[in-house]
């Protein structure tokens, strides 16, 4: 028998066999995940993102918590101390829903619950963490200031000593589950540098007037925070960290996530156009059996399944304790700006059916404009890789 007969037959949507790569249980929260994508997000999150409302989001949230995805790769206080390997599957899967989804659990468990995690005190981890993990409570993460986005030691936000209480001042702009949020973990000067503070969203002063007429992320809650003189008591500041090494640490996780979830919107654009092309038919057959239209299919299949191999060996480096930031940095500029490119390019493929929400390729397509954004702009990913590169410093 020839080696070649032994060899297992090709499979289109795994074409490098990553999946071999994969132990059990990491295929089954993946199932998991997508079978709840498929079920309570797909079928309805067409008409959300053209009415530009997410109904019932807190529902969700609770479904979501139910499975374990929700402060996920956490450990105790109801977490599921999943493998960073197993929460980026589980961003991969939900992106390849919408961004949208994605994004509210990134921002409930690598930003808000992720800093109270690491940094919070253990009363503060006791309050909130178990009723986050299961959706209880919805949390958000204030930090980027409608002046001051890719540059956070400049915020303006203050948080003052008065006796024993501390008082915030400031707005925070472009906050995922703003308005829906129970808690809210705001960074803010202070007279010691930086800090965290976990704000209740009752607390007399805090509003979070929703962002509407938005053009992407439209299946999603996106808010601006308004602290006028919230007072807080003196417990509420994150007792573990000063400075800005507290929330781009919590950056860095969610940007991981990130690197997953984009792989997740351009597989589904790319399933988009290879079911497109066999079934369309031009000048008598198939499109997907003319040269050009296949160049594309091939072209897009080696982004999409590097970037899926990329993310993967980000996560074994975090799950051994060595993945740096620069690397998440690596992970977060290549799969985005690949993820754009498959899903413009799954477009050309459809032509003018590309921009009906009939298919998912013009929804995906706009909401990468906001991930190629936010956790850090391409520029300033291309400027921490530079600096890696060359030891110099671009940003002063």
């Known amino acids: 028998m020839s080696a070649s007969s032994k060899l297992p037959p090709f499979d289109p949507a795994d074409p490098l066999g990553i999946d ?20 309570r997000v797909l079928p309805y999150v067409a008409e ?59 921002v409930q468990g690598s930003l808000a619950m992720y800093a109270i995690h690491r940094f919070g005190s253990e009363e503060q981890k006791q309050q909130w963490l178990p009723r986050m993990a299961s959706g209880e409570v919805i949390g958000c993460f204030g930090l980027t200031e409608p002046d001051h986005g890719s540059d956070p030691a400049s915020m303006r936000t203050y948080a003052k000593r008065d006796g024993g209480d501390w008082v915030l001042g400031g707005r925070k702009m472009w906050i995922t589950n703003g308005s829906v949020a129970g808690v809210a973990v705001v960074w803010a000067q ?24 938005k053009l992407s992320l439209r299946a999603s809650v996106t808010s601006e925070l308004v602290l006028d003189d919230v007072r807080l008591p003196a417990d509420a500041v994150l007792p573990e960290v000063v400075g800005l090494k507290g929330p781009l640490s919590c950056l860095s996780h969610a940007r991981y996530g990130i690197v997953w979830g984009a792989m997740g919107a351009a597989r589904s654009c790319f399933e988009a156009a290879v079911d497109y092309a066999k079934s369309r038919e031009q000048f008598g057959r198939p499109i997907g059996g003319f040269q ?20 993967h060996h980000l996560g074994r480096r975090m799950d051994a304790g060595r993945l740096r ?37 013009m929804r995906h397509a706009t909401n990468l404009e906001s991930v190629l954004t936010y956790e850090g702009t391409v520029e300033m990913h291309q400027l921490v890789l530079g600096k890696a590169l060359t030891g110099l410093d671009a940003f002063r």
């Open 20 to 39: 071999d790569l994969l132990e059990p249980e990491d295929l089954a929260i993946r199932s998991t995940v997508r079978d709840w994508a498929a079920d």
């Open 292 to 311: 050009l239209t296949q160049a594309k299919l091939a072209d897009m299949a080696l982004e999409l399944h590097k970037g899926i191999l990329l993310a």
């Open 190 to 213: 202070t007279d010691e540098g930086i800090r965290g503070f976990v704000v209740p969203t009752d607390s007399a002063g805090f509003s979070a007037p929703e962002i509407k007429h």
């Open 48 to 106: 959300w993102y053209e009415t530009g409302e997410l109904p019932g989001i807190r529902e969700l949230a609770r479904e979501l918590g139910e499975i374990g995805a929700l402060g996920m790769s956490l450990s105790g206080y109801g977490c599921a101390g999943a493998s960073a390997v197993q929460y980026g599957l589980a961003c991969l899967e939900l992106e390849a829903a919408d961004s949208g989804i994605r994004s509210l659990v990134s």
């Open 325 to 361: 930031p620069e690397q998440v940095s690596f992970g977060k500029l290549n799969n985005v700006r690949e993820a754009i490119d498959i899903c413009r390019t799954s477009r050309t493929i459809l032509g003018a059916n590309g921009i009906s929400l009939e298919y998912p390729v």
